[in-house]
């Protein structure tokens, strides 16, 4: 079973929550053990598993992020994204998370969050429920 | 189902594109609904997936690594490939990709990168169809 | 499957080896053909898969994350541990590696990581055998 899950970014470099979004799908698919893989069909933005309870979490990554991959470095690439798709490989476009019970196995601080590197943008992930 | 490609890369650094091959290999494999997993066996190679319209996202992306990952810093491992150890942990051993309808649901612009740090070498590829 | 191991860290930075784990774990579930996934449940800590023969890789690694994301930069979140939150999400929380006649598919060279980002602390590391 696929779903596919809209998410609308905010501002150039986002990160959306979206565990509640993912745990409802798994929930309405009855699956009580297996994985759920979780793939970002962009290529300037990445879906990663953080800390959720400080915001300063996010925007601290953010933040990092473009420092470590500043935009007055040399690109050569016209349409000026070129961080932006470094950063989606750095943060990874898949992740698989294992299901226990018909819960993923997240720690108590692990949320899910959609990372935006070129937006404002209306972007896709998908989830995927294996058993 | 697991296939291995052998990638030639050319090169220090390159990125190969071998989304054609994986196709290829989830055609002849048959498989309608499932994933496809992605695994490099290497220690200093790497999976991602990223543009592949503009040749020069690829250079870029290569670039920035190194300067994100320099050769000048120090480093104690005597072979003296540190960086490219580290940078395959950045971008990752292993990718999963959703499988729908026959096709790996892959975004517009989204291609599958081989990418080697410390070629030219003739590398491996593990490609796993599970349903 | 899901089993879970139980990971003691020692130092701020830490790299374990848990590869001999992973492979009793696999060899116990008896399991010919499917996937091995590797799942951290935490925020200030990843895992994965490189070099295991020479320790100076794992001190390199962990050396150069440290240049790459420093202590010194600004940082808003309070527990001060926002570098360890970067390099979790950079190295990643979750990897796949396909299994093939019982054994996983890890090259030569290849070893599976905990990765400490802000230790010493007791660590879980959850291990899903699929079929």
């Known amino acids: 079973m696929i779903k596919e899950l809209t998410v609308r970014t905010s501002?150039?470099?986002?990160?959306?929550?979206?565990?509640?979004?993912?745990?409802?799908?798994?929930?309405n698919s009855n699956t009580?053990?297996?994985?759920?893989?979780?793939?970002v069909p962009h290529t300037?933005?990445?879906?990663?598993?953080?800390?959720?309870a400080d915001p300063d979490v996010k925007s601290d990554m953010i933040r990092?992020?473009?420092?470590?991959?500043?935009?007055?470095?040399?690109?050569?690439?016209?349409?000026?994204?070129?961080?932006?798709?470094?950063?989606?490989?750095?943060?990874?476009?898949s992740e698989?998370?294992?299901?226990?019970r018909g819960k993923?196995?997240?720690?108590?601080w692990q949320g899910i969050y959609f990372c935006e590197f070129d937006g404002p943008r209306t972007r896709k992930l998908y989830i995927k429920i294996s058993d």
Chains 1, 2, 3 share one sequence.
């Not at 009580?32 to 793939?39: I, K, S």
């Not at 300037?44 to 959720?52: D, K, L, M, R």
């Not at 500043?70 to 070129?82: A, I, K, L, R």
């Open 44 to 52: 300037t933005a990445a879906v990663t598993i953080n800390e959720n």
């Open 32 to 39: 009580d053990e297996g994985t759920v893989t979780l793939f």
């Open 11 to 27: 501002g150039k470099e986002d990160f959306v929550d979206v565990t509640e979004k993912v745990k409802r799908i798994l929930e």
């Open 96 to 100: 698989i998370v294992p299901i226990q």
């Open 64 to 93: 990092t992020l473009n420092r470590m991959v500043p935009e007055d470095w040399h690109y050569d690439h016209m349409e000026g994204n070129s961080p932006a798709h470094v950063k989606a490989s750095l943060v990874g476009m």
């Open 104 to 108: 993923m196995l997240l720690g108590t």
